[in-house]
């Protein structure tokens, strides 16, 4: 049976001398306490505190990266135990879903899931052997007894994995129970929300206008008109920034923005909450809404997170079935130059705006993100995301984009993930790479390693607090 192969010098340089810098950088950042600014993991988890009650449904049902991959191969989402939005059935059993990611556990070569996988089984549940047919239910009642154990209740897991803060992603209309269940535990500082007002935003949401309709209520505002609705958002910016957010995210399909007079937004606004709005006012309204957001950034000091570019849910039928999140979000060609200049015309000089943009795009890199960063002081430029927070995704980013914003006008690394366990491992990655683009840069006499060092500290610690304001 083949083992785990978690080489002490993974990800590193081959050749000895860049090895070697590489190698004691990264000795000097690998233990600095994580800071997880970004991402999506469950605040259940910390506010219950609750084990986990298996290796399925800790490892396979939350994680698309795992489930796309299984389904690109022929695997129903329901073989998975994935939940129908149509009430169909799914397989129950979590040995058997298990099994089946077991038995083909090789197609995940080489892809970043299998490094986050192999080194969570490997570190946190001292497994050795690779995960393959034979040992398939082996694995699941080994993670399954260790998941009982009151060190790996999440808050413990926490403390473990050297997470000093957490923030989760919800959407306006989200009470924010599970972190109101934190205030005066003194969890509430190292889980925070983030404040993704999509779900009350994306006109071409099915649910859009009931949405609206649950926004007034929610905030005693009169959601139908214009003002009332721009009053709501910022009521629940407030809510969100009391339960510690002080970042907001939008998933927009496109980084579009728009500067239309207030006529112009009446009339718009109209639309959409009628349900009456077709896909270019539903674009324009998205677009205007970007405006306004960075509008409230600018009053509230609240970071504004713009993750655009994916073409969501392109499996209609999947879509149908499963709804969203479930591995079917496609990365699509970006425009960032044309696409922010309203929005920059109007706030890009205000000293208390800041945004982060990150992109799906690679193309952009270079040609828009690095140089809009390198020049206007309100925006900074967020990690490789999602299909790109591989090791060869984040040195294509440090490569397109140092020569031109440098390393003060990035943010550090964010996992944006759902799959808790697998955060220590994805910083790993991430600090094993920058230490990796560093070393080049001092065996090339371009920095010193004093200074590599310096920087290794800070991409990997200091500049992820100093973006996202967390002190």
């Known amino acids: 049976m083949e083992s785990i192969l978690l080489h002490e010098d993974r990800l590193f340089p081959s050749d000895s001398a860049t090895k070697k810098v590489a190698r004691t950088l990264y000795q000097e950042i690998r233990d600095l ?5 970004h991402g999506h993991t469950d605040p259940r988890w910390f506010a219950q ?5 298996n290796a399925t449904e800790l490892f396979i049902t939350p994680d698309h990266y795992v489930f796309r991959m299984l389904y690109s191969q022929g695997i129903s989402l329901e073989s998975l135990g994935v939940p129908r939005w149509d009430g169909g059935a799914t397989e129950s059993d979590p040995r058997k879903i298990w099994q089946i990611l077991a038995d083909n556990y090789y197609l995940f070569a080489a892809t970043p899931s299998r490094m986050w996988l192999d080194t969570v089984f490997h570190d946190v549940f001292g497994l050795t052997d690779m995960l393959c047919s034979n040992n398939a239910t082996e ?3 080994h993670i399954t007894t260790k998941l009982q154990d009151a060190s790996f209740k999440p808050r413990a ?4 994995f050297n997470i000093e803060l957490i923030a989760t992603t919800e959407g306006a209309l989200d009470e924010l129970s599970h972190h109101g269940a934190l205030k005066g535990t003194g969890w509430d500082k190292r889980v925070i929300t983030t404040f993704r007002p999509d779900d009350v935003v994306d006109a071409s949401r099915e649910d859009i206008v009931a949405n609206i309709e649950k926004l007034g209520a929610l905030t005693n505002e009169d959601t139908q008109t214009w003002q009332g609705y721009l009053n709501a958002i910022r009521a629940r910016r407030t809510v969100f920034r009391a339960h510690g957010a002080t970042a907001t995210d939008h998933g927009h399909p496109t980084a579009n923005t728009a500067d239309l007079s207030t006529n112009e937004c009446i009339t718009l606004f109209d639309k959409v909450r009628t349900g009456q709005s077709n896909a270019e006012e539903q674009e324009l309204f998205r677009a205007q809404m970007l405006t306004e957001l960075a509008g409230m950034s600018v009053e509230d000091g609240m970071v504004m997170q713009i993750h655009p570019g994916s073409f969501r849910n392109h499996n209609t039928s999947l879509f149908n079935q499963f709804g969203r999140d479930k591995g079917h979000d496609i990365p699509m060609q970006t425009d960032f130059v044309r696409a922010l200049r309203p929005l920059l015309s109007k706030y890009g000089n205000e000293p208390s705006l800041n945004i982060i943009l990150f992109t799906l795009d690679e193309t952009t890199y270079s040609r828009e993100l690095a140089p809009l960063a390198g020049h206007y002081p309100c925006l900074k430029l967020g990690p490789a995301w999602w299909f790109h927070d591989s090791p060869e995704g984040m040195l294509r980013f440090r490569h397109q984009v140092t020569e031109t914003a440098g390393f003060f006008n990035t943010v550090g690394f964010n996992d944006d993930t759902r799959a808790f366990l697998s955060i220590p491992a994805r910083h790993d990655v991430a600090r094993r790479i920058d230490c990796r683009f560093l070393a080049e840069l001092v065996v090339q006499h371009r920095i010193s390693e004093t200074e590599a060092a310096s920087i ?5 610690y200091d500049f992820a607090k100093q973006a996202y ?3």
């Not at 505190?49 to 009650?53: D, E």
């Not at 897991?157 to 473990?160: A, N, S």
């Not at 290794?456 to 990997?460: E, Y």
Request: no cysteine; aromatic share 12%.
């Open 33 to 37: 306490p994580i800071i997880s600014p």
């Open 49 to 53: 505190n609750k084990n986990f009650t």
């Open 139 to 141: 694995y699941y009642e």
């Open 157 to 160: 897991l926490m403390d473990r």
């Open 456 to 460: 290794a500290k800070k991409v990997t």
């Open 469 to 471: 304001k967390l002190g």
